[in-house]
């Protein structure tokens, strides 16, 4: 009796998402009831609409990355907006694989949910904001690979198909892609209307 071979879905494209450079921060808090986990999961929501923001833990620790290329003082506002409204807050500026030790740690033992967080395809670091890839597929439903910043640096390339075939090339899936597969990047839209300033949105959340 022949032995069925099961043979990978073909790949019909390649889109390629980088990851937005920025200054990176995990801020934590701790909520004491439910009013506060609202109250801190509305400020970080406000915060959204001028950074990036990945929540890590949410419960009685709440904690959430946030990458920010625009005002310097972010960061210190939001420190400051935590520390003057909740009984207990830490700051970390990074966002390495210890900070995320650290926050699995304080939820250990307490009500607090830990976010599941994309794991880079080469060196298996966990990175809320990663490069992405997402394998297209003509009769199968699409798939995605998440690349650290560390190693979307380290294979960066000035074409962006170079640099998603690089990364693709180096995942611990072997992952193999023909060279005749197109490689595209999301179109990206900008807003007409000027964002409201930051000292205003986070006011509003205080």
Avoid at 36 to 51: S, T
Avoid at 60 to 76: I, R
């Amino acid at each position: 009796m022949s032995q069925l071979v099961s043979r990978s879905p073909e790949i019909t494209g390649i889109l390629y998402s980088p990851a937005q450079v920025g200054r990176r921060a995990v801020f934590l808090a701790e909520a004491r009831n439910k009013k506060e986990v609202r109250q801190i999961r509305e400020l970080f929501e406000v915060v959204g609409q001028i950074a990036d923001v990945a929540p890590l833990s949410q419960g009685v620790v709440m904690t959430y990355a946030v990458q920010s290329d625009g005002e310097p003082a972010l960061f210190g506002k939001i420190e400051w907006l935590l520390k003057t409204q909740f009984s207990f807050s830490l700051v970390e500026r990074n966002c390495s694989d210890v900070t995320f030790q650290l926050v699995r740690s304080l939820c250990k033992d307490v009500d607090a949910e830990v976010a599941d967080l994309p794991e880079c395809g080469i060196c298996g670091v966990a990175d809320p904001f990663p490069t992405r890839i997402t394998l297209q597929h003509e009769d199968a439903p699409s798939v995605d690979r998440s690349y650290c910043a560390r190693c979307a640096a380290r294979l960066a390339e000035d074409d962006p198909g170079a640099a998603a075939r690089a990364l693709l090339r180096q995942d611990r899936r072997r992952v193999r892609v023909p060279t005749s597969i197109p490689v595209e990047m999301p179109a990206f839209t900008t807003d007409v209307e000027q964002a409201e300033p930051a000292e205003l949105l986070l006011a509003r959340a205080s």
